[in-house]
Structures are given as C-alpha cells and as structure tokens.
C-alpha cells in the first residue's frame, strides 16, 4: 500500500490522521465517541517492550529536526532503574517559518495526550512534561484544558484505565529563548536553570532531568504514537516513503497564494506541495529560493526543484533536510541579501552565548551581511562570509551554530552572484574608483 499522492485527485483523497477535517476532536467526550484513547487501551493490553518494538517496526523517524528513529531512541531509556524517568514533550516550536505543532495543540490536543501516556507507559515513566514556548499563550490554554479534562475522565493521574499504570502530565512554560528547543537547554529551563545546551555524553537517557533518565520527543512525533498503535506498524509503515514513512505536517509560507500546514504522506514532490496544496505562488511569477525546513536548512535554488521530494533522504541528496518541515518560498523579486541578514540577526540575537564559535561567529556574520545589505561590502567579504560560517559549524556544544552557519553557506554557494552584484554595485567601490 503506497499512500503518497501524485495527482489531484489522489491528494483529495488522502485521510489525514494527525489533524482530521474534523474540528471538534479537542472536546474530551467528541474524540472518545471517535475512538478517542482505544490505542492506549490497546497499548495497556501489550507489554512495554511490545509497543516499543511497534513503533521500532514503524520506523516512525522524529518529527523535530534530527530525524532519529523514535523507537531506538525510546529503547535507550534503562529498565528496572529506582530512580524517576521523565519524558519531556518538545513543543517550543521557535524555528522561524515553522508553525505545526500548535494545529495539534488546536484540533487534536487529545491525540498528543494519548501519545504522551502510551509512551509513558512503554518506557515506564511517571511523570511527562510538555515543553511550550511562553508566546503561545492560546494554546497552552488549549491544552491545558484538555489535559484537565482527560485527568477528569480518569486517563491522566493514578491508575489510568483501571490499571496499575499511572502517569502525570504537566505542561510547562517556556520564556521565550528559541535556544530551548534544543533538547538538553529544555532540561534546564524545566529545572529552573538558564537554558545553556549540556555537553554530551552523557545522554539525556542515562542523565537527564535532576540527573535521571529523560527521553525528549517533539510534540508531531508523540502525536504519531497512538496512529501507529492504532493501525498497526505495517500500516503505518507503508505509508509515503520506505525510509521516513508516516503522515508528516508540513508548513508552507512566504510568496504562494494559499499558506498553512498540510497533513500529507512522506515523499510527496516539493512543487506539488508548492502549486497543489498552496496554490502556488502570486501572479504566477517565478521561485527564485526555497528554505524546505525551516531557516535553519539549507537554501535551495527555484529551479533545481524538479524531482526533490520532502522526505529526509531526498532533501538529504538535494544538499538540504527536511528539518521541521516548515517550507517558505521566495519568487522572483525577492531580495535575498535581505532575507539572509534577518536569518542571521534572529540566530545572532537568540545564541545563548556559551560557545565562542556561536557567540562570536554569529555577531560577524550579521556585521558582514549588513554590509552587503548596505552596498558597502568589498569582494573579499565573500569568502570572509563563508570563512565565519566555515569556521562556526561543527565547532559548538549544540546545532545552533550549525543552525546560524548552513544557511549562510548555502546561500553564498547558490547565490554568490547576488553578492557579487552588491559588491560591483557597493558605494564602496564607487568611492575607491
């Protein structure tokens, strides 16, 4: 069974599972009618290590970025262990052009609830906090409502379903500091610390929250579980692409005439989601640039976009990554010298500080990319760019720096002429002449 959609008719015909069409899933009572916490019933009945083998047979790969395979990952938390395991729910949701996880806060928070206790309970956790940015005030109400909600109706708190399993879910407020979607800066913010990433090993999973063993998934990965319990991890698996199959929420914005998060299989082309779901771009002009992941992926060319699908691997072999999944397009009159600057001020603006590389390298960037934003940057500013960026990436205790750094690369690689043009056009140069 190959869900992926390849025409018009096929992509209206796709069951959106992770947000139905159905609004109301949000009312405790609605999503029970609808089979509403079946799959943790269902997930009660089986082992732990059965369901954590379930979602390793999946091949459920994570839905914030890294693209881990959620089921090793949930296998690395130790077993038969006297102190408290945590699992921590990542839905800080900071990365500009990124805007999914707060659709299931919206429409379908029961599901990332029910995910939430199923995962519990496989990796014999008691205690699930779930990570929002403070900026998302509507939703965090949303949600807290339906965690309220569930606890009244006996599926959150002590002895779930009439079980000997039993789980506490909280929520948790962030400030506002993107460096705290990074996993282990998370930590922190929950402990009460300043959100600095840890360096590693150890891993979260040996020591984690006040020093026990933690699991972090994203909010779009737990909210798959009970989809994948549900229906089994053959189903599921045949789904979209062989090596990062499942329903995945892509973001599209910038220039295209429709915006908004679309429910889809993995693998479907990139211009088809572009000009079938968003509806393409306005006054049908040209793409001159795509970020397909979110600011931090690297930036691809408007036309080399042909047979570039929005799955890991393809992204992957196109010099890019799926990330989270949160495409912005750029058309034709687009200044890019702009939209690089505005990147690297948000990345210089939101390094923590820690790491020198980062800290340092991101302030030159921005300072350079002024320059040329200004028409006062030398031609030599072209490879002291790339030499900064060279230079932050792989150098710092977390991604951030890799985060500030591949869009800077990848824009100098794709678009050097647009730099060139500023130099040979730079108040500078007419000054020298």
């Given at each position: 069974?190959?869900?992926?959609?390849?025409?018009?008719?096929?992509?209206?015909?796709?069951?959106?599972?992770?947000?139905?069409?159905?609004?109301?899933?949000?009312?405790?009572?609605?999503?029970?009618?609808?089979?509403?916490?079946?799959a943790l019933k269902k997930a009660?009945?089986?082992?732990?290590?059965?369901?954590?083998?379930?979602?390793?047979?999946?091949?459920?790969?994570?839905?914030?970025?890294?693209?881990?395979?959620?089921?090793?990952?949930?296998?690395?938390?130790?077993?038969?262990?006297?102190?408290?395991?945590?699992?921590?729910?990542?839905?800080?949701?900071?990365?500009?052009?990124?805007?999914?996880?707060?659709?299931?806060?919206?429409?379908?928070?029961?599901?990332?609830?029910?995910?939430?206790?199923?995962?519990?309970?496989?990796?014999?956790?008691?205690?699930?906090?779930?990570?929002?940015?403070?900026?998302?005030?509507?939703?965090?109400?949303?949600?807290?409502?339906?965690?309220?909600?569930?606890?009244?109706?006996?599926?959150?708190?002590?002895?779930?379903?009439?079980?000997?399993?039993?789980?506490?879910?909280?929520?948790?407020?962030?400030?506002?500091?993107?460096?705290?979607?990074?996993?282990?800066?998370?930590?922190?913010?929950?402990?009460?610390?300043?959100?600095?990433?840890?360096?590693?090993?150890?891993?979260?999973?040996?020591?984690?929250?006040?020093?026990?063993?933690?699991?972090?998934?994203?909010?779009?990965?737990?909210?798959?579980?009970?989809?994948?319990?549900?229906?089994?991890?053959?189903?599921?698996?045949?789904?979209?692409?062989?090596?990062?199959?499942?329903?995945?929420?892509?973001?599209?914005?910038?220039?295209?005439?429709?915006?908004?998060?679309?429910?889809?299989?993995?693998?479907?082309?990139?211009?088809?989601?572009?000009?079938?779901?968003?509806?393409?771009?306005?006054?049908?002009?040209?793409?001159?640039?795509?970020?397909?992941?979110?600011?931090?992926?690297?930036?691809?060319?408007?036309?080399?976009?042909e047979g570039i699908r929005m799955?890991?691997?393809?992204?992957?072999?196109?010099?890019?990554?799926?990330?989270?999944?949160?495409?912005?397009?750029?058309?034709?009159?687009?200044?890019?010298?702009?939209?690089?600057?505005?990147?690297?001020?948000?990345?210089?603006?939101?390094?923590?500080?820690?790491?020198?590389?980062?800290?340092?390298?991101?302030?030159?960037?921005?300072?350079?990319?002024?320059?040329?934003?200004?028409?006062?940057?030398?031609?030599?500013?072209?490879?002291?760019?790339?030499?900064?960026?060279?230079?932050?990436?792989?150098?710092?205790?977390?991604?951030?720096?890799?985060?500030?750094?591949?869009?800077?690369?990848?824009?100098?690689?794709?678009?050097?002429?647009?730099?060139?043009?500023?130099?040979?056009?730079?108040?500078?140069?007419?000054?020298?002449?």
């Amino acid at each position: 069974m190959n869900l992926r959609p390849s025409d018009t008719e096929q992509l209206n015909a796709w069951k959106r599972v992770i947000i139905p069409d159905d609004r109301d899933l949000y009312k405790i009572d609605h999503y029970l009618a609808h089979g509403g916490y079946k799959a943790l019933k269902k997930a009660l009945e089986m082992k732990p290590e059965e369901v954590i083998d379930e979602v390793k047979r999946s091949n459920l790969r994570g839905r914030g970025g890294a693209c881990f395979p959620t089921g090793l990952k949930w296998s690395f938390m130790p077993k038969n262990f006297d102190k408290p395991k945590y699992l921590c729910v990542n839905g800080d949701e900071s990365e500009p052009g990124t805007f999914k996880d707060r659709q299931i806060f919206e429409y379908n928070p029961h599901l990332l609830i029910e995910g939430t206790l199923i995962a519990c309970y496989a990796m014999g956790i008691t205690t699930a906090y779930i990570y929002i940015r403070g900026e998302y005030g509507k939703w965090i109400k949303m949600l807290q409502k339906a965690i309220d909600d569930a606890y009244a109706n006996g599926l959150v708190g002590e002895k779930i379903l009439g079980t000997e399993f039993s789980t506490q879910v909280y929520i948790h407020r962030g400030a506002g500091a993107y460096i705290c979607g990074e996993e282990s800066s998370l930590m922190n913010s929950i402990e009460g610390e300043r959100g600095y990433p840890r360096v590693k090993p150890p891993f979260p999973a040996q020591v984690g929250l006040w020093g026990c063993p933690t699991t972090i998934n994203n909010v779009e990965t737990i909210s798959n579980i009970p989809v994948i319990i549900s229906y089994g991890w053959e189903w599921y698996s045949k789904i979209g692409t062989a090596k990062h199959p499942g329903p995945i929420l892509v973001g599209v914005s910038g220039h295209v005439n429709n915006p908004g998060v679309f429910e889809m299989p993995t693998g479907e082309p990139l211009l088809e989601i572009i000009y079938k779901r968003a509806g393409g771009v306005p006054g049908d002009k040209g793409i001159k640039a795509v970020i397909p992941g979110g600011s931090s992926t690297m930036i691809l060319r408007g036309d080399q976009l042909e047979g570039i699908r929005m799955d890991a691997e393809s992204l992957k072999t196109a010099g890019s990554s799926v990330g989270t999944a949160g495409i912005i397009v750029m058309d034709e009159d687009t200044d890019l010298i702009q939209v690089i600057t505005r990147i690297a001020e948000f990345y210089y603006r939101e390094s923590c500080g820690q790491c020198t590389p980062c800290r340092e390298g991101t302030d030159w960037m921005f300072k350079i990319l002024k320059r040329f934003q200004r028409y006062e940057a030398k031609k030599e500013d072209i490879d002291l760019l790339l030499d900064v960026a060279n230079n932050i990436e792989g150098n710092t205790i977390c991604a951030l720096g890799d985060a500030a750094a591949w869009p800077v690369q990848s824009m100098i690689r794709n678009f050097r002429d647009e730099f060139e043009q500023r130099v040979q056009t730079s108040r500078f140069q007419e000054i020298v002449l």
